[in-house]
């Protein structure tokens, strides 16, 4: 098999918050590679650190209280981008990446009409006249879904409703011609029709401009779809890695087992018990030295409490750091899958 093209390479980040209670840890050793035109999931409970992630690739994380740590890489077509000067930075930030948040509304402009934030980036980026960013913008609005754009250009972004604000981020977004996109969440405060819609949108452009993209989720339901790749991120570290299909039908973690149990099955009628996973997340100002998810693991061993998983390689890029695939465990398969009747 061929090596694919990296476009981003994330190693052993490590990023953490001084605060009046201490160091909280919030990213602890995250290593990972994007695909270039290829879209990675990050997946993992609210607090397990992938906004953080994601600030630190787009050069966001501010001091004095946030510290990327020594040793962490994030290499942007080879070069670590923790080492650039400002102008470099620049130019990645304003050229080759795009973020789009959760919540739209604090992300755009509100006193500038949505066609004029769009023509801005088209104007920079794409160097184009006003002319041509003019009609530019209302064929963005009309790519992005957006009924009448012709008049919707000239609004505000009150003027819009939760899911057509999304899609002026995303028309936004894109007027950069970002090479790499990263969407922190960008359906959660949206309805699931909607939410399907917005994915479809994010899924399409990425394609027609082979962008690639970081889409970061609490819900793993969302990604089967979007995705070629998913990492499983417990505790500010990731647990599981792997092409979408052996993270959906071969997962081996616990943690990734406990997550698809929470994801509803579309196959059955019947009301679902869904299940939450028990107990919470270790605290990140003091974070377990074994295993992050020994708290609440049921498979939990004597080893997980005390050392961290030695990460176990399953072949094509699936790995997964847990005791269970250590020669001496004991074999332990997932458990069905709960959900009503069949
Ligand atoms: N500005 C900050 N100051 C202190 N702690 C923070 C700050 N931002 C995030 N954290 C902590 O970092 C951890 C990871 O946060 P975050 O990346 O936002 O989680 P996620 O996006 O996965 O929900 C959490 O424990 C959070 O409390
Ligand atoms: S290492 Fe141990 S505690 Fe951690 S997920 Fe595996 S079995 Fe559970
Ligand atoms: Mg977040």
């Known amino acids: 098999m061929s090596e694919k093209n990296h476009i981003l390479e994330v190693k052993n980040l490590q990023v953490s918050y001084h605060t009046y209670a201490g160091e909280v840890k919030a990213v602890r050793g995250v290593n990972f590679e994007l695909n270039t035109g290829e879209a990675l999931a990050i997946v993992g409970e609210s607090g397990c650190g992938k906004s953080v992630t994601a600030k630190t690739i787009m050069g966001l ?10 040793g962490s890489e994030i290499l942007y077509k080879g ?29 755009l402009n509100p006193t500038m009409r949505v066609g004029k934030q769009i023509m801005e980036n088209l104007m920079v980026h794409k160097h184009m006249s006003k002319k041509e960013a ?15 754009p012709e008049k919707r250009v ?27 996109l ?13 939410q399907g819609q917005i994915l479809d949108i994010i899924k399409d452009l990425q394609k027609r401009n082979n962008t690639s993209v970081i889409m970061i989720t609490h819900d ?7 995705a070629q790749e998913i990492a499983v991120m417990y505790s500010g570290v990731i647990v599981e890695r792997g092409k979408c299909e052996d993270i959906f039908y ?74 269970l695939h250590h020669p001496m465990a004991p074999k ?11």
């Open 154 to 180: 000239k609004q505000y972004p009150h003027q819009f409703s939760g899911g057509m604000r999304q899609r002026v981020m995303i028309a936004i977004a894109f007027a950069c011609d970002p090479k790499l």
């Open 250 to 323: 071969r997962p081996r973690h616990p943690y990734t087992w406990a997550l698809i149990q929470s994801v509803p099955r579309l196959d059955l009628k019947n009301k679902q018990e869904l299940a939450s996973i028990p107990g919470t997340p270790p605290d990140l100002l003091n974070p377990p030295a074994g295993c992050p998810f020994s708290t609440r693991c049921k498979y939990c061993m004597g080893i997980c409490k005390e050392q961290m998983p030695e990460i176990t390689d399953f072949g094509d890029g699936h790995t997964a750091a847990c005791w």
């Open 332 to 342: 332990v398969e997932m458990p069905e899958r709960k959900g009503g009747a069949e």
């Open 134 to 148: 003019q009609k530019e913008a209302v064929e963005m609005l009309r790519l992005v879904g957006i009924p009448e």
């Open 182 to 194: 990263i969407c922190d969440e960008p359906t959660t405060a949206l309805d699931v029709t909607i």
């Open 79 to 107: 070069e670590n981008v923790l080492n650039y000067d400002k102008k470099q930075w620049q130019a990645y930030k304003g050229g080759e990446c795009a973020i789009i948040f959760q919540d739209a509304l604090a992300s």
């Open 220 to 226: 793993l339901g969302v990604v089967a779809n979007v």
């Open 61 to 70: 994380i501010k001091g004095p209280a946030g510290e990327v740590k020594k």
